[in-house]
T-cell receptor, first 111, second 116 residues
Framework: LAKTTQPISMDSYEGQEVNITCSHN???????ITWYQQFPSQGPRFIIQ???TKVTNEVASLFIPADRKSSTLSLPRVSLSDTAVYYC????????????FGQGTTLQVKP | GAVVSQHPSRVICKSGTSVKIECRSL??????MFWYRQFPKKSLMLMAT?????????EQGVEKDKFLINHASLTLSTLTVTSAHPEDSSFYIC????????????FGQGTRLTVV
């Protein structure tokens, strides 16, 4: 299973764009890249998923370079409510379906 | 999106008793469910993978007799913490996937277990 590496924490201010990069050097050919958001005492919430290039939805964008060894979650114009832990995961495509969580990135948005 | 419901959201039990946590997929059939444990300010730790109709697969270091998992139907998996001790106090989270349809996993809201 691909191991992911993310910054432990990031600080930002309201209205700024935040980019969180995740390294996954051992990603398998069939693996998808998925990002989750977690607030305290809640289960993780799906943000975005991609396989290659760029994916955009109503809350975020996901940039994946051609070698797929990293990915960047982009949150446009963050607000205080975006303060949370963000997890990058790979490996959803495997037959076991296991999702192994890395340490995640704690994003603190300041006013 | 698909919904996974976990119950109860919070439970307090006495040492030595057993506690059952339910995880239900409300609008899809979950061929596979996962149980996680999370300590304060830590990441989610996978405990076991539960496949419908077969025995659960436990991660290394997780006691199968301590954490009983049953996946009796395509919409329900249960985790029973047996003979609970204070060190079992934690946040337990389930996740469900339909391996036959899409690569997304859906998570329950979590259960806060406190053993006193």
């Amino acid at each position: 299973l691909a191991k992911t590496t993310q910054p432990i924490s990031m600080d930002s201010y309201e209205g700024q764009e935040v980019n969180i990069t995740c390294s996954h050097n051992n990603i398998a050919t069939n693996d998808y890249i998925t990002w989750y958001q977690q607030f305290p005492s809640q289960g993780p919430r799906f943000i975005i998923q991609g396989y290659k290039t760029k994916v955009t939805n109503e809350v975020a964008s996901l940039f994946i370079p051609a070698d797929r060894k990293s990915s960047t979650l982009s949150l446009p114009r963050v607000s205080l409510s975006d303060t949370a832990v963000y997890y990058c995961l790979v490996g959803l495509s495997s037959n076991t379906g296991k999702l192994i969580f890395g340490q995640g990135t704690t994003l603190q948005v300041k006013p | 999106g698909a919904v996974v419901s976990q119950h109860p959201s919070r439970v307090i039990c006495k040492s030595g008793t057993s506690v059952k946590i339910e995880c239900r997929s409300l609008d899809f059939q979950a061929t596979t469910m996962f149980w996680y444990r999370q300590f304060p300010k830590k990441s989610l730790m996978l405990m076991a993978t539960s496949n419908e109709g077969s025995k659960a697969t436990y991660e290394q270091g997780v006691e199968k007799d301590k954490f009983l998992i049953n996946h009796a139907s395509l919409t329900l998996s249960t985790l029973t913490v047996t003979s609970a001790h204070p060190e079992d106090s934690s946040f337990y989270i389930c996740s469900a996937r339909d391996l036959n349809d899409g690569a997304e996993a859906f998570f329950g809201q979590g259960t806060r277990l406190t053993v006193v």
